[in-house]
């Protein structure tokens, strides 16, 4: 069964800085990776998908992420955060059988300070 | 505006109550999801639909049951509240399984008293 692991339940930044939040995976089967936003008080959004095709992928607002498959791994990456990025961020993971639904990691909260 | 609605966004009940969360999406999707979301612990699956009168049990769902009469509503139904169902409630749709996004409604908190 495919699971994601996400490295840290908090993140700290500052206005500016590099944003990392990192997601491993667990798949016996390649598979198609996401990352979802959700705002305070909102419900959640899709920020970026990997689906096989490049990659590295570029999603809103500025942020990509690069699937590895030696690492096993689907981190998120912004060149500069911004106040607005403030957010809890999940990675998700769903194997390539139909029928398969998503599987959410933990979250990260991720704070910026100005 | 394609969206997902549920039908409230703050529930209380009671210990033992009989609980019916409702969940309506408009954009004819043929999959929809109910996810629970508890601090700490991320999203996890609850049930989930493919079709119409069909369901299929997720990671957690012990305690839960669910209907799909029509494409467009999915509900979840707590045949027994208790407090560890305490929670928020969070339902999806998506046009396909697997590689395409969900969408998904604001939520419904849930406290069980």
């Known amino acids: 069964a495919q699971s994601v692991t996400q490295l840290g339940s908090h993140v700290s930044v500052s206005e500016g800085a590099l944003v990392l939040l990192r997601c491993n995976y667990s798949?016996?089967?390649?598979?198609?990776l996401f990352w979802y936003v959700q705002y305070p008080n909102q419900g959640l959004q899709l920020l970026l998908k990997?689906?096989?095709?490049?990659?590295l992928v570029k999603g809103i607002n500025g942020f990509e992420a690069e699937f590895k498959k030696s690492e096993t791994s689907f981190h998120l990456t912004k060149p500069s955060a911004h106040m607005s990025d403030a957010a809890e961020y999940f990675c998700?993971?769903?194997?390539?059988?139909?029928?398969?639904?998503?599987?959410f990691g933990k979250g990260t909260t991720l704070s910026v300070s100005s | 505006d394609v969206k997902v609605t549920q039908s409230s966004r703050y529930l209380v009940k009671r210990t033992g109550e009989k609980v019916f969360l409702e969940c309506v999406q408009d954009?004819?999707?043929?999959?929809m999801f109910w996810y629970r979301q508890d601090p700490g612990l991320g999203l996890r699956l609850i049930y989930f639909?493919?079709?119409?009168?069909?369901?299929e049990k997720g990671d957690i769902p012990e305690g839960y049951s669910v209907s799909r009469e029509k494409k467009e509503r999915f509900s979840l139904i707590l045949e027994s509240a208790s407090t560890n169902q305490t929670s928020m409630y969070l339902c999806?749709?998506?046009?396909?399984?697997?590689?395409?996004?969900?969408?998904f409604g604001s939520g419904t908190q849930l406290s069980v008293l």
């Open positions: 999806a749709s998506s046009l396909a399984m697997g590689y395409e996004k969900l969408l």
């Open positions: 798949s016996s089967v390649p598979p198609y």
């Open positions: 990997y689906t096989s095709a490049a990659t």
């Open positions: 998700a993971v769903s194997d390539r059988k139909a029928g398969t639904a998503l599987i």
């Open positions: 954009m004819d999707h043929e999959n």
């Open positions: 639909s493919y079709d119409v009168k069909m369901k």
